[in-house]
T-cell receptor, first 113, second 117 residues
Framework: AQSVSQHNHHVILSEAASLELGCNYS??????LFWYVQYPGQHLQLLLKYFSGDPLVKGIKGFEAEFIKSKFSFNLRKPSVQWSDTAEYFC???????????FGTGTQLKVEL | NAGVTQTPKFQVLKTGQSMTLQCAQD?????MSWYRQDPGMGLRLIHY???????DQGEVPNGYNVSRSTTEDFPLRLLSAAPSQTSVYFC????????????????FGQGTRLTVV
């Protein structure tokens, strides 16, 4: 079965530190990849997405992610985090013939002042 | 734009009670789905629909029923609630091409926090 792995479950950073959250998936076909963010008490919002083309995609709020096909990875990065980035981050892969979105277990990010 | 609207936001049920979680979208999206979110488990797909009259099971369908009589609405029914169904439920919608969500994104509702005692 297809799966999505997020290896960092909890991350604590100081403001201005750099962020990289790992995401690996197990799916051999053409993929659509996503990162969603969930701020405390809120619903999921799309940070960025990869469908095709340039493997380095830029999203909102200064986030970017790089699709590395050979590593089945789609890691999320941000050069300098802010306190307001405190949230839970989910990687997701479109699977099941294109009609099932499979999520990772999430990474809880806490940014300290 | 309203987007995806879920009601209620909070609900407490007793074991064995039934209820329906409502989901409506105003984006004319063919695809709608229900997820449950549990700590440490991410979001898991319960049921989904690729259009009116068409539904299918996701990863964790047991204990839940769905129907899709209109494009806009996709209610989730709990026929006999169990404590294991305590969770946060999210509805999502997206456009599709054929029956595929490829090259589209999912839009999520605000969630329903359900507690079964």
């Amino acid at each position: 079965a297809q799966s999505v792995s997020q290896h960092n479950h909890h991350v604590i950073l100081s403001e201005a530190a750099s962020l990289e959250l790992g995401c690996n998936y197990s799916y051999g076909g053409t993929v659509n990849l996503f990162w969603y963010v969930q701020y405390p008490g809120q619903h999921l919002q799309l940070l960025l997405k990869y469908f095709s083309g340039d493997p380095l995609v830029k999203g909102i709020k200064g986030f970017e992610a790089e699709f590395i096909k050979s590593k089945f990875s789609f890691n999320l990065r941000k050069p300098s985090v802010q306190w307001s980035d405190t949230a839970e981050y989910f990687c997701a892969v479109l699977t099941g013939g294109g009609n099932k979105l499979t999520f990772g277990t999430g990474t809880q990010l806490k940014v300290e002042l | 734009n309203a987007g995806v609207t879920q009601t209620p936001k909070f609900q407490v049920l007793k074991t064995g009670q039934s209820m329906t979680l409502q989901c409506a979208q105003d984006m004319n999206h063919e695809y709608m789905s229900w997820y449950r979110q549990d700590p440490g488990m991410g979001l898991r797909l319960i049921h989904y629909s690729v259009g009116a009259g068409i539904t299918d099971q996701g990863e964790v369908p047991n204990g839940y029923n769905v129907s899709r009589s209109t494009t806009e609405d996709f209610p989730l029914r709990l026929l006999s609630a169990a404590p294991s169904q305590t969770s946060v439920y999210f509805c999502a919608s997206s456009s599709i091409t054929g029956r595929s969500m490829k090259n589209t994104e999912a839009f999520f509702g605000q969630g329903t926090r359900l507690t079964v005692v």
